[in-house]
C-alpha cells in the first residue's frame, strides 16, 4: 500500500495509533432499480491495515417506489428519482472522498419486461445524473444486470454476512430471492451428481476474495410475486389489458379493483359467482409454476436462506416478527395460505392479494423448485445491520475491478 496517510502506522501498534481510523474510511454506492422500488445503498469500508483486507463498517440505506420501469414513457422523471437518492449521498460522504466513491446502478426485472427502446432511454437518463455528479462514475455504471449474477451476488453477501466466505470450514448456505418480476434460487452444489443433472446454463463460476465458486444459480423472469399475480390472473403477456377484467378464485368474491404495474393499468376481481379459498386457488396458482422450473434433487433436504418477499409476506401473516426475522418450514407458508384463503372476510383489512400470494409462494416451493415439506427456510432481511440484498456482492464485485481493494 502506498498511501500516504498511512504512515503513521509503522510507529505506532495498531490498537494505540493516534489518529482515528477513519482516515482509512471509503464508500462505495450501489444502486438496486428493482422492479417495485429505486434503492441506494451507501456502504462504509474501512482498511484498518495495509496487510489486512478492508473491514466492511456500515451501510446507509434508502427507498423509493414505485420502480424505474413505472416511468416508460417518462424517463427524465425516472432519473429524478434516482437523483433525490443520490442527493443523500452527497451528505453521506465527505466531500474529499466524492471523486474516490463510485456510483453504480444496476437494474433487474422490471427493466429487463420493458422493450429495449424503453429501458435505454431510461438509463441514458440516469447516466446524466451521474455524470452530473460529484462521484466516481465507471465505465458502464448504469446497465441492466444479467439475471445469472443477481443470484450469485446476493449469495456472495449473505455467505459474506454470515462468515462463510472466510476461514477453512466454509458451509455455505443456498439463498432465495422473490423479487417483483423475477426470482433466483442460488446454492454451491456439494455432489458430483447435481453438476452431472444441471443443464450448464444453470451453472456459474465467480470469482471473489481469492477463491472460486461454481454455484447452481437461476433467475426466472416471470416468476417474481406481483409477475406472478397477473401471470394467475392470466394478464401476463396479454396485448390490449385496457378495460379487460381479470378474475381470480384467490381474491376476495365481492373485489373489483385497479393496479398498476410496470407501467400498464389491469382491472382485476374475485369469483363473483364461482368458487373461492385455498384449493380452486391453489389449482390456478399450481398453472403457473407446474413443470416451469428446474429441480435440482440436492436441495430437497437442504436448509435456505430466503428474503425479499419470502420475508415481507411472513411478516404481514405473523409467521416471523419483522426486525428478528425467523426459520420456518415450508409447509408454514401452506398453512397460512390455507388460513388466510379460507376466510378472506377475515384478513380484508390486509392487501386482497395476501391469499394469492401465500399460495404462490407455498406452490413455488413446493411445486416450482420442488423443496420438502420440511425443508428449512431462513427468513433473514439484514445480518448485523446491513441488508441481505445482491448490492453488497456487487459492491465487492465493483471494488474489486477497480483496484481499490479485494
Ligand atoms: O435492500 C433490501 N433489503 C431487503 N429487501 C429488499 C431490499 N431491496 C428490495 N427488497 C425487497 O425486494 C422485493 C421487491 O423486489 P424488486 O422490486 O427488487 O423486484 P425485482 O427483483 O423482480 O426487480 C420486496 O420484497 C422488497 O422488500
Ligand atoms: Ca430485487
Given at each position: 500500500?502506498?498511501?500516504?496517510e498511512?504512515?503513521?502506522?509503522?510507529?505506532?501498534?495498531?490498537?494505540?495509533?493516534?489518529?482515528?481510523?477513519?482516515?482509512?474510511?471509503?464508500?462505495?454506492?450501489?444502486?438496486?432499480?428493482?422492479?417495485t422500488?429505486?434503492?441506494?445503498?451507501?456502504?462504509?469500508?474501512?482498511?484498518?491495515?495495509?496487510?489486512?483486507?478492508p473491514?466492511?463498517?456500515?451501510?446507509?440505506?434508502?427507498?423509493v417506489?414505485?420502480?424505474?420501469?413505472?416511468?416508460?414513457?417518462?424517463?427524465?422523471?425516472?432519473?429524478?428519482?434516482?437523483?433525490?437518492?443520490?442527493?443523500?449521498?452527497?451528505?453521506?460522504?465527505?466531500?474529499?472522498?466524492?471523486?474516490?466513491?463510485?456510483?453504480?446502478l444496476?437494474?433487474?426485472?422490471?427493466?429487463?419486461?420493458?422493450?429495449?427502446?424503453?429501458?435505454?432511454?431510461?438509463?441514458?437518463?440516469?447516466?446524466?445524473v451521474?455524470?452530473?455528479?460529484?462521484?466516481?462514475?465507471?465505465?458502464?455504471?448504469?446497465?441492466?444486470?444479467?439475471?445469472?449474477?443477481?443470484?450469485?451476488?446476493?449469495?456472495?453477501?449473505?455467505?459474506?454476512?454470515?462468515?462463510?466466505?472466510?476461514?477453512?470450514?466454509?458451509?455455505?448456505?443456498?439463498?432465495?430471492?422473490?423479487?417483483?418480476?423475477?426470482?433466483?434460487?442460488?446454492?454451491?452444489?456439494?455432489?458430483?451428481?447435481?453438476?452431472?443433472?444441471?443443464?450448464?446454463?444453470?451453472?456459474t463460476?465467480?470469482?471473489?476474495?481469492?477463491?472460486?465458486?461454481?454455484?447452481?444459480?437461476?433467475?426466472?423472469?416471470?416468476?417474481?410475486?406481483?409477475?406472478?399475480?397477473?401471470?394467475?390472473?392470466?394478464?401476463?403477456?396479454?396485448?390490449?389489458?385496457?378495460?379487460?377484467?381479470?378474475r381470480?378464485?384467490c381474491?376476495?368474491?365481492?373485489?373489483?379493483?385497479?393496479?398498476?404495474?410496470?407501467?400498464?393499468?389491469?382491472?382485476?376481481?374475485?369469483?363473483?359467482?364461482?368458487?373461492?379459498?385455498?384449493?380452486?386457488?391453489?389449482?390456478?396458482?399450481?398453472?403457473?409454476?407446474?413443470?416451469?422450473?428446474?429441480?435440482?434433487?440436492?436441495?430437497?433436504?437442504?436448509?435456505?436462506?430466503?428474503?425479499?418477499?419470502?420475508?415481507?409476506?411472513?411478516?404481514?401473516?405473523?409467521?416471523?416478527?419483522?426486525?428478528?426475522g425467523?426459520?420456518?418450514?415450508?409447509?408454514?407458508?401452506?398453512?397460512?395460505?390455507?388460513?388466510?384463503?379460507?376466510?378472506?372476510?377475515?384478513?380484508?383489512?390486509?392487501?386482497?392479494?395476501?391469499?394469492?400470494?401465500?399460495?404462490?409462494?407455498?406452490?413455488?416451493?413446493?411445486?416450482?423448485?420442488?423443496?420438502?415439506?420440511?425443508?428449512?427456510l431462513?427468513?433473514?432481511?439484514?445480518?448485523?445491520?446491513?441488508?441481505?440484498?445482491?448490492?453488497?456482492?456487487?459492491?465487492?464485485?465493483?471494488?474489486?475491478?477497480l483496484?481499490?481493494?479485494?
Amino acid at each position: 500500500h502506498s498511501n500516504k496517510e498511512m504512515w503513521f502506522q509503522d510507529f505506532f501498534p495498531p490498537n494505540v495509533c493516534p489518529i482515528d481510523a477513519k482516515a482509512n474510511t471509503f464508500y462505495g454506492i450501489m444502486f438496486d432499480a428493482g422492479s417495485t422500488g429505486t434503492r441506494i445503498h451507501i456502504y462504509t469500508f474501512v482498511q484498518k491495515s495495509p496487510e489486512n483486507l478492508p473491514e466492511l463498517e456500515g451501510e446507509i440505506f434508502e427507498s423509493v417506489k414505485p420502480g424505474l420501469s413505472a416511468y416508460a414513457d417518462q424517463p427524465e422523471k425516472g432519473a429524478e428519482t434516482v437523483k433525490r437518492l443520490l442527493d443523500m449521498a452527497i451528505d453521506a460522504v465527505p466531500p474529499h472522498l466524492w471523486k474516490k466513491t463510485p456510483v453504480v446502478l444496476k437494474a433487474t426485472a422490471g427493466l429487463r419486461l420493458l422493450s429495449e427502446e424503453k429501458a435505454q432511454a431510461l438509463l441514458l437518463e440516469v447516466r446524466e445524473v451521474f455524470q452530473e455528479s460529484p462521484f466516481l462514475v465507471p465505465e458502464d455504471s448504469v446497465s441492466i444486470m444479467d439475471g445469472s449474477y443477481e443470484g450469485v451476488l446476493a449469495w456472495i453477501t449473505v455467505n459474506f454476512l454470515t462468515g462463510q466466505l472466510s476461514g477453512q470450514n466454509q458451509h455455505t448456505v443456498g439463498t432465495l430471492d422473490l423479487g417483483g418480476a423475477s426470482t433466483q434460487i442460488t446454492f454451491l452444489p456439494r455432489f458430483e451428481e447435481t453438476l452431472k443433472e444441471t443443464p450448464g446454463d444453470f451453472l456459474t463460476s465467480f470469482e471473489m476474495f481469492n477463491s472460486t465458486y461454481k454455484l447452481y444459480t437461476h433467475s426466472y423472469l416471470g416468476f417474481g410475486l406481483k409477475a406472478a399475480r397477473l401471470a394467475t390472473l392470466g394478464a401476463l403477456n396479454v396485448e390490449a389489458v385496457d378495460g379487460q377484467m381479470f378474475r381470480s378464485s384467490c381474491l376476495p368474491k365481492q373485489l373489483e379493483a385497479e393496479w398498476h404495474f410496470g407501467g400498464v393499468k389491469y382491472r382485476y376481481g374475485g369469483n363473483k359467482e364461482g368458487e373461492t379459498g385455498f384449493k380452486p386457488c391453489y389449482l390456478e396458482v399450481l398453472k403457473v409454476v407446474k413443470g416451469k422450473l428446474h429441480q435440482p434433487d440436492e436441495i430437497r433436504g437442504s436448509s435456505f436462506y430466503a428474503f425479499s418477499y419470502y420475508y415481507d409476506r411472513a411478516v404481514d401473516t405473523n409467521l416471523i416478527d419483522y426486525e428478528e426475522g425467523g426459520v420456518l418450514e415450508v409447509k408454514d407458508f401452506e398453512r397460512k395460505a390455507k388460513e388466510v384463503c379460507d376466510n378472506m372476510e377475515r384478513y380484508n383489512s390486509a392487501s386482497p392479494f395476501l391469499c394469492m400470494d401465500l399460495t404462490y409462494i407455498a406452490a413455488l416451493l413446493k411445486e416450482g423448485f420442488g423443496f420438502r415439506d420440511n425443508t428449512l427456510l431462513q427468513l433473514t432481511k439484514k445480518v448485523n445491520n446491513i441488508e441481505t440484498s445482491w448490492t453488497l456482492g456487487a459492491t465487492f464485485h465493483l471494488l474489486q475491478s477497480l483496484g481499490i481493494t479485494y
